[in-house]
């Protein structure tokens, strides 16, 4: 809503508070004004001027060579390229020496030959919008009433010199879509007056009810409607103050009756509208619902198919206007409409909302309609506009109206005590300090004891309960004069849950680790949807997705990771490491929310260490993958739950792939992406892994416990084993454990040998194996007997044999 | 004899000045001092002696040997010392080369921003509540007093699966669902953070996926003024000790009053400048009273409770933190983005 400075001054004393200081007294008790804009800033020296002369340019076909008479003396000679320009009119000069918008300044100049001291000017050039422009001037100079007095400021006469201030409106506050509930506002802000525009005038003795009937079908959409009759208007443009207000509110001003619908409800808040009742074809106004597939034409020419979704107004058979939103072209207002009729209705605001959707027509009247109007102000609207119709298009006012009338109007009474404010509010007012604000807003109320009983004013349809009314006095008591307090009473314990805990370990583990955190979004394609997925199951589709890249929720994160490498890849970073966790959605059938299950996954690419000046560059490669993840799994305590498989992922390299199963239960999988999906993304070698997050933290794990160091020395003893090159060293790191167990306190690989030393099909697996007793010293016999029996198991198990 | 003891001397210590390498101070030594040197010599014609001059000239030939070892000893001390310097000096490195690079990542900036504040609240008394981000119509409408066909749930505005399930569009059906397990007890005090999604086309000022971040407070005497402090130290903390809040009325369906904070703008000190619009306050979130509806759909006494809620989004708040200047930064994941936010602060 944009609310003019000057025209508020009609309706509210608004002297020694500037633009500026209303504005922030507005933002601070509710209503956030958005911005004020200084109409004539950057703009002087624009004057009436008349065109005592036009002749043609004696060189140039488009230019006219005018005698103005500026009011300085003698006419100036300007130049006007302008194709409306014609003697005797009145119109706006910029002088020599004058200023417009974006710091043009007018300067004497020759131009084709003729001299030319200043310009006559466009509304445009006067730093007004295009389309708020009256058709008739949008293509040339504006043209002054004959009156324009020559030599004033032509800036003052188009009001030009005025600050507008741009309402941000909450859905509650539609009250303010109106110039009068602003000045209800301002006047309790200021604690002022409000001055009610005038509306008095004497009807001619003919009646309205005889020139029309008005019947209702739907009175659940249209519980009020009535109609004033003017005969006799004189269509022709509306006075200059009133257009210059429509144009700083951001409406075209088009002729005496449309302007006046639309300052009525920029003054009401209440939408109005005139048909030329000769037009109409009948005596009757009937509003009904529209049947399916009726078709209408709305007055922009369009031709509308309408349902029984739609509430349209007719003459008793034909549709005339679709109710609240648009009126239809064959029964619009024109220059040689002598009668009309005027409505004046309430809709109900939902209906209004669904045929301005449906057909895209959102309008002032429309987003009125919806957010509800006051239903006690229809008739006032319909009677002030009925008076300017008389005023200001010649036209004679009916007696009476008709009307169909089912609306019952019922103030909101509601109760609250003054105990429950200060306790909602944390302040210590009195009940004088509540009447007084009440007061000030014009809402009735009464006292008893402790509590408060207001009347809310129809126009303030948005109070209901009581914290409505703690809310009007939370915002005009003013939220700085609240005190700040912390809550008190039974204290919590503040903490992170056992999971998001672990979920903090891990990522800054990862990033320790070297890798960067990435952020991705949950909706992707159907293509990249369930790649790499754990589980397949269907994929949950958006019913209405924006485009096709963002249409369905993610199975797996690798998919956005990789997107995140290749993009940066494109960019000079072929070296990258990065990580991410979130949620991937699982399908629970159409009705059920889908499982939601928090994954990680990595991926990392290109070099993982390089020192350039000394010559190091090394690749990543599996074993820098898996490193991250047993350094993460120890962190978690899991070191010894966890087992790498080696297994086919689709999209993966086969032969460089591992399930990861934590107590033998699969939750992801790590390896190196297959090199055809590598390839397509214009990757160096990458290799990634994605687990089931909730899986590892959720997995329970034993208290912390501190082991003895041991006092006794252990007894090392290193094999070479030769075993069936398919033959893993997990298999055999399992039979070592598992044989030497107890007094075998560790077993690492320290060699892998697979060259042409070796038998063909063969390779040798190093071993270091460590044995210890914590209580006593071992000897030497007591650890060949156990390592006698490794080696027996390790033969018998897997065909290893020591090398010779 | 005594004559060439001293010669002997003289000679020796010559020698040792003149000597260069421990080698050659050993050749000394073995010369001089050694068994078959010219000094065990001369004493060798001691027996021609008598018996009173035999004492005087031992006594002599030992000063002698004493005074040549003793230069023998020092000579070398400072020929090892300098061998020692020497080699120090040829182990010289370039210590303005770079070293070896150790891997370093960090968190995402979001992360950062929420950690920052979840860290904050739960210093409060405050706890970590999580819920779906595909949610149920009536958590994230309905139980928040945005009943079907209310204008501000519009099937443009969200992201529907069914008619009945959706992309949640706020953080706010946490709330609703943790009111709901307390099953009418307080208090509740807890931080609600993560993903959400609206039907917006990304740009530099939108995205159709953000993170929010929503606190709710239920008690049984829980007051706006209690707000009002609360998120005083919230803004103070996050932005600053000199920062200023200030309280402006707003609506939101679900709290009664409702209001939104602005932050004093820190590039202009509060005179105003661009980034503040010439008002000198920048929004940073909206806040209210717990709507009576809410509580009571979430089975609360409202007679008896009341509450406080606000919600904020953090790529606003690292968007001014930061001056970050465009959303997509943050899905976009360009590691010459993410590095920056390396700094612990």
Same mark, same amino acid.
């Given at each position: 809503?944009?609310? =003019?400075?000057?025209?508020?001054?009609?309706?509210?004393?608004? +002297?020694?508070?500037?633009?500026?200081?209303?504005?922030?007294?507005?933002?601070?008790?509710?209503?956030?004004?958005?911005?004020?804009?200084?109409?004539?800033?950057?703009?002087?020296?624009?004057?009436?001027?008349?065109?005592?002369?036009?002749?043609? #340019?004696? %060189?140039?076909?488009?230019?006219?060579?005018?005698?103005?008479?500026?009011?300085?003396?003698?006419?100036?000679?300007?130049?006007?390229?302008?194709?409306?320009?014609?003697?005797?009119?009145?119109?706006?000069?910029?002088?020599?020496?004058?200023?417009?918008?974006?710091?043009?300044?007018? $300067?004497?100049?020759?131009?084709?030959?003729?001299?030319?001291?200043?310009?006559?000017?466009?509304?445009?050039?006067?730093?007004?919008?295009?389309?708020?422009?009256?058709?008739?001037?949008?293509?040339?100079?504006?043209?002054?009433?004959?009156?324009?007095?020559?030599?004033?400021?032509?800036?003052?006469?188009?009001?030009?010199?005025?600050?507008?201030?741009?309402?941000?409106?909450?859905?509650?506050?539609?009250?303010?879509? =109106?110039?009068?509930?602003?000045?209800?506002?301002?006047?309790?802000?200021?604690?002022?007056?409000?001055?009610?525009?005038?509306?008095?005038?004497?009807?001619?003795?003919?009646?309205?009810?005889?020139?029309?009937?008005?019947?209702?079908?739907?009175?659940?959409?249209?519980?009020?409607?009535?109609?004033?009759?003017?005969?006799?208007?004189?269509?022709?443009?509306?006075?200059?103050?009133?257009?210059?207000?429509?144009?700083?509110?951001?409406?075209?001003?088009?002729?005496?009756?449309?302007?006046?619908? %639309?300052?009525?409800?920029?003054?009401?808040?209440?939408?109005? #509208?005139?048909?030329?009742?000769?037009?109409?074809?009948?005596?009757?106004?009937?509003? *009904?619902?529209?049947?399916?597939?009726? $078709?209408?034409?709305?007055?922009?020419?369009?031709?509308?198919?309408?349902?029984?979704?739609?509430?349209?107004?007719?003459?008793? +058979?034909?549709?005339?206007?679709?109710?609240?939103?648009?009126?239809?072209?064959?029964?619009?207002?024109?220059?040689?409409?002598?009668?009309?009729?005027?409505?004046?209705?309430?809709?109900?605001?939902?209906?209004?909302?669904?045929?301005?959707?449906?057909?895209?027509?959102?309008?002032?009247?429309?987003?009125?309609?919806?957010?509800?109007?006051?239903?006690?102000?229809?008739?006032?609207?319909?009677?002030?506009?009925?008076?300017?119709?008389?005023?200001?298009?010649?036209?004679?006012?009916?007696?009476?109206?008709?009307?169909?009338?089912?609306?019952?109007?019922?103030?909101?009474?509601?109760?609250?005590?003054?105990?429950?404010?200060?306790?909602?509010?944390?302040?210590?007012?009195?009940?004088?300090?509540?009447?007084?604000?009440?007061?000030?807003?014009?809402? @009735?109320?009464?006292?008893?004891?402790?509590?408060?009983?207001?009347?809310?004013?129809?126009?303030?349809?948005?109070?209901?309960? @009581?914290?409505?009314?703690?809310?009007?006095?939370?915002?005009?008591?003013?939220?700085?004069?609240?005190?700040? +307090?912390?809550?008190?009473?039974?204290?919590?314990?503040? $903490?992170?849950?056992?999971?998001?805990?672990?979920?903090?370990?891990?990522?800054?583990?990862?990033?320790?680790?070297?890798?960067?955190?990435?952020?991705?979004?949950?909706?992707?394609?159907?293509?990249?949807?369930?790649?790499?997925?754990?589980?397949?199951?269907?994929?949950?589709?958006?019913?209405?997705?924006?485009?096709?890249?963002?249409?369905?929720?993610?199975?797996?994160?690798?998919?956005?990771?990789?997107?995140?490498?290749?993009?940066?890849?494109? *960019?000079?970073?072929?070296?990258?490491?990065?990580?991410?966790?979130?949620?991937?959605?699982?399908? %629970?059938?159409?009705?059920?929310?889908?499982?939601? *299950?928090?994954?990680?996954?990595?991926?990392?690419?290109?070099?993982?260490?390089?020192?350039?000046?000394?010559?190091?560059?090394?690749?990543?490669?599996?074993?820098?993958?898996?490193?991250?993840?047993?350094?993460?799994?120890?962190?978690?305590?899991?070191?010894? *739950?966890?087992?790498?498989?080696?297994?086919?992922?689709?999209?993966?390299?086969?032969?460089?792939?591992?399930?990861?199963?934590?107590?033998?239960?699969?939750?992801?999988?790590?390896?190196?992406?297959?090199?055809?999906?590598?390839?397509?993304?214009?990757?160096?070698?990458?290799?990634?892994?994605?687990?089931?997050?909730?899986?590892?933290?959720?997995?329970?794990? @034993?208290?912390?416990?501190?082991?003895?160091?041991?006092?006794?020395?252990?007894?090392?003893?290193?094999?070479?084993?030769?075993?069936?090159?398919?033959?893993? =060293?997990?298999?055999?790191?399992?039979?070592?454990?598992?044989?030497?167990?107890?007094?075998?306190?560790?077993?690492?690989?320290?060699?892998?040998?697979?060259?042409?030393?070796? @038998?063909?099909?063969?390779?040798?697996?190093?071993?270091?194996? $460590?044995?210890?007793?914590?209580?006593?010293?071992?000897?030497?016999?007591?650890?060949?007997?156990?390592? %006698?029996?490794?080696?027996?198991?390790?033969?018998?198990?897997?065909?290893?044999?020591?090398?010779? | 004899?005594?004559?060439?003891?001293? &010669?002997?001397?003289?000679?020796?210590?010559?020698?040792?000045?003149?000597?260069?390498?421990?080698?050659?101070?050993?050749?000394?030594?073995?010369?001089?001092?050694?068994?078959?040197?010219?000094?065990?010599?001369?004493?060798?014609?001691? /027996?021609?002696?008598?018996?009173?001059?035999?004492?005087?000239?031992?006594?002599?030939?030992?000063?002698?040997?004493?005074?040549?070892?003793?230069?023998?000893?020092?000579?070398?001390?400072?020929?090892?010392?300098?061998?020692?310097?020497?080699?120090?000096?040829?182990?010289?490195?370039?210590?303005?080369?770079?070293?070896?690079?150790?891997?370093?990542?960090?968190?995402?900036?979001?992360?950062?921003?929420?950690?920052?504040?979840?860290?904050?609240?739960?210093?409060?008394?405050?706890?970590?509540?999580?819920?779906?981000?595909?949610?149920?119509?009536?958590?994230?409408? &309905?139980?928040?007093?945005?009943?079907? /066909?209310?204008?501000?749930?519009?099937?443009?505005?969200?992201?529907?699966?069914? &008619?009945?399930?959706?992309?949640?569009?706020?953080?706010?059906?946490?709330?609703?669902?943790?009111?709901?397990?307390?099953?009418?007890?307080?208090?509740?005090?807890?931080?609600?953070? /993560?993903?959400?999604?609206?039907?917006?086309?990304?740009?530099?000022?939108?995205?159709?996926?953000?993170?929010?971040?929503?606190?709710?407070?239920?008690?049984?005497?829980?007051?706006?003024?209690?707000?009002?402090?609360?998120?005083?130290?919230?803004?103070?903390?996050?932005?600053?000790?000199?920062?200023?809040?200030?309280?402006?009325?707003?609506?939101?369906?679900?709290?009664?009053?409702?209001?939104?904070?602005?932050?004093?703008?820190?590039?202009?000190?509060?005179?105003?400048?661009?980034?503040?619009?010439?008002?000198?306050?920048?929004?940073?979130?909206?806040?209210?009273?717990?709507?009576?509806?809410?509580?009571?759909?979430?089975?609360?006494?409202?007679?008896?409770?009341?509450?406080?809620?606000?919600?904020?989004?953090?790529?606003?708040?690292?968007?001014?933190?930061?001056?970050?200047?465009?959303?997509?930064?943050?899905?976009?994941?360009?590691?010459?983005?993410?590095?920056?936010?390396?700094?612990?602060?």
């Amino acid at each position: 809503m944009f609310v =003019s400075y000057k025209w508020l001054q009609e309706y509210v004393d608004l +002297t020694g508070v500037s633009a500026a200081e209303l504005a922030e007294k507005i933002t601070k008790s509710g209503i956030e004004v958005e911005g004020v804009e200084v109409l004539n800033e950057g703009i002087k020296g624009v004057v009436v001027g008349h065109v005592v002369v036009r002749e043609q #340019h004696p %060189n140039a076909d488009k230019l006219s060579r005018c005698q103005v008479d500026i009011g300085e003396g003698e006419p100036v000679q300007i130049i006007c390229g302008a194709p409306n320009v014609a003697q005797g009119q009145k119109v706006a000069v910029a002088k020599v020496g004058a200023v417009l918008p974006g710091n043009f300044k007018i $300067k004497k100049a020759k131009l084709r030959g003729e001299e030319s001291n200043g310009m006559i000017c466009s509304l445009q050039e006067l730093g007004m919008e295009g389309k708020i422009v009256p058709k008739e001037y949008a293509e040339g100079i504006f043209v002054f009433p004959a009156d324009a007095e020559v030599g004033t400021d032509a800036l003052e006469l188009l009001n030009r010199d005025d600050e507008v201030l741009e309402l941000g409106l909450t859905p509650n506050r539609a009250d303010c879509l =109106s110039m009068l509930g602003v000045a209800y506002e301002v006047a309790a802000i200021l604690g002022r007056e409000v001055k009610l525009p005038d509306t008095a005038l004497e009807p001619i003795s003919e009646k309205a009810a005889d020139y029309v009937e008005i019947n209702v079908d739907a009175k659940e959409d249209s519980p009020l409607y009535v109609a004033k009759m003017i005969k006799n208007v004189k269509i022709g443009p509306s006075p200059l103050w009133m257009q210059t207000r429509l144009m700083s509110a951001g409406i075209r001003p088009h002729n005496n009756v449309v302007d006046i619908t %639309n300052y009525i409800l920029l003054e009401y808040g209440q939408p109005l #509208h005139a048909f030329d009742y000769d037009r109409l074809g009948s005596k009757e106004i009937l509003v *009904r619902r529209a049947n399916d597939g009726e $078709k209408f034409v709305t007055l922009d020419d369009v031709e509308r198919t309408l349902s029984s979704d739609h509430l349209v107004i007719t003459n008793g +058979t034909e549709p005339v206007a679709l109710a609240g939103v648009m009126g239809g072209a064959n029964s619009e207002v024109t220059s040689d409409t002598t009668t009309v009729l005027l409505e004046a209705a309430y809709f109900n605001g939902a209906i209004v909302r669904k045929a301005s959707k449906d057909h895209g027509l959102r309008s002032e009247a429309s987003a009125r309609f919806e957010k509800g109007v006051d239903p006690n102000r229809v008739r006032a609207a319909g009677e002030r506009a009925a008076y300017l119709m008389a005023k200001y298009a010649g036209g004679e006012v009916l007696e009476g109206e008709a009307v169909a009338d089912t609306l019952t109007v019922e103030p909101a009474v509601v109760s609250v005590t003054l105990e429950k404010i200060n306790r909602v509010l944390g302040t210590d007012l009195t009940m004088k300090d509540v009447e007084e604000i009440f007061a000030r807003l014009q809402f @009735e109320t009464s006292v008893e004891d402790d509590t408060i009983t207001v009347t809310a004013p129809t126009r303030r349809g948005d109070i209901k309960i @009581e914290e409505d009314l703690i809310e009007e006095v939370a915002r005009l008591y003013g939220y700085d004069n609240i005190p700040k +307090t912390l809550p008190i009473g039974s204290s919590t314990p503040g $903490k992170l849950s056992e999971y998001q805990k672990k979920r903090r370990v891990v990522r800054a583990y990862l990033e320790g680790a070297g890798l960067y955190q990435a952020v991705t979004y949950s909706l992707t394609s159907e293509e990249k949807a369930a790649q790499f997925a754990l589980e397949k199951r269907d994929t949950i589709h958006l019913a209405m997705p924006m485009s096709e890249d963002r249409s369905i929720l993610r199975l797996s994160i690798l998919p956005q990771l990789l997107e995140v490498l290749k993009y940066n890849n494109a *960019r000079q970073n072929d070296s990258l490491a990065v990580y991410e966790t979130g949620n991937i959605f699982l399908a %629970n059938g159409k009705d059920a929310l889908p499982e939601e *299950r928090e994954h990680l996954a990595a991926a990392i690419t290109g070099l993982w260490h390089s020192h350039s000046w000394q010559g190091e560059k090394k690749p990543v490669d599996f074993f820098v993958l898996k490193g991250i993840l047993e350094g993460m799994f120890a962190k978690l305590g899991l070191t010894e *739950r966890v087992t790498y498989v080696q297994a086919q992922v689709d999209g993966m390299h086969p032969g460089r792939t591992a399930e990861i199963l934590l107590d033998g239960e699969k939750i992801g999988f790590a390896g190196q992406l297959h090199p055809s999906v590598q390839k397509g993304l214009d990757l160096k070698d990458t290799y990634v892994f994605e687990l089931s997050l909730k899986a590892v933290l959720g997995a329970e794990t @034993e208290a912390l416990k501190y082991q003895a160091i041991p006092r006794y020395p252990s007894i090392t003893r290193d094999i070479a084993l030769v075993v069936n090159r398919e033959t893993v =060293s997990g298999t055999l790191w399992e039979i070592i454990t598992n044989t030497g167990a107890p007094l075998l306190k560790e077993a690492t690989v320290f060699d892998l040998y697979e060259g042409d030393k070796m @038998e063909a099909g063969k390779k040798s697996l190093a071993f270091s194996l $460590k044995y210890m007793d914590p209580e006593r010293t071992l000897t030497d016999e007591e650890v060949t007997k156990v390592h %006698n029996r490794v080696l027996a198991a390790l033969e018998e198990q897997a065909g290893a044999v020591l090398r010779g | 004899m005594q004559e060439r003891l001293r &010669e002997l001397q003289q000679e020796a210590i010559q020698k040792v000045e003149q000597s260069a390498s421990l080698k050659e101070l050993n050749d000394i030594r073995v010369a001089y001092l050694g068994k078959k040197g010219p000094i065990t010599e001369v004493l060798r014609g001691m /027996g021609k002696l008598s018996a009173e001059e035999r004492p005087v000239m031992g006594a002599l030939a030992n000063e002698v040997r004493e005074a040549i070892a003793a230069k023998i000893e020092a000579k070398q001390n400072e020929l090892e010392e300098a061998a020692v310097l020497e080699k120090l000096a040829s182990e010289s490195i370039d210590v303005t080369l770079p070293g070896r690079p150790t891997k370093v990542g960090n968190q995402h900036p979001l992360t950062k921003i929420i950690e920052e504040i979840e860290d904050l609240f739960i210093g409060m008394g405050y706890e970590i509540a999580e819920g779906p981000e595909v949610e149920q119509d009536y958590y994230n409408f &309905e139980a928040l007093n945005l009943p079907k /066909g209310h204008p501000a749930r519009d099937m443009q505005d969200s992201f529907y699966i069914t &008619e009945e399930i959706l992309l949640r569009t706020h953080t706010s059906p946490v709330q609703a669902r943790t009111m709901e397990k307390h099953q009418g007890k307080g208090p509740i005090k807890i931080i609600c953070p /993560g993903k959400v999604y609206r039907r917006d086309n990304d740009d530099a000022t939108h995205s159709h996926q953000f993170m929010q971040i929503e606190g709710l407070v239920v008690g049984e005497n829980i007051r706006m003024s209690d707000l009002k402090g609360t998120l005083e130290v919230f803004a103070k903390k996050m932005f600053g000790q000199d920062r200023e809040i200030r309280l402006r009325p707003s609506f939101f369906p679900f709290t009664e009053p409702s209001v939104e904070m602005d932050i004093s703008c820190k590039m202009c000190g509060g005179h105003g400048c661009n980034v503040c619009k010439h008002t000198g306050w920048i929004e940073i979130l909206g806040a209210g009273i717990v709507h009576p509806n809410v509580l009571e759909m979430a089975g609360y006494d409202s007679k008896k409770y009341t509450g406080f809620a606000f919600g904020m989004g953090p790529e606003r708040i690292a968007m001014l933190k930061y001056g970050v200047d465009d959303i997509r930064h943050f899905y976009t994941n360009d590691v010459r983005f993410l590095k920056q936010f390396a700094v612990e602060e």
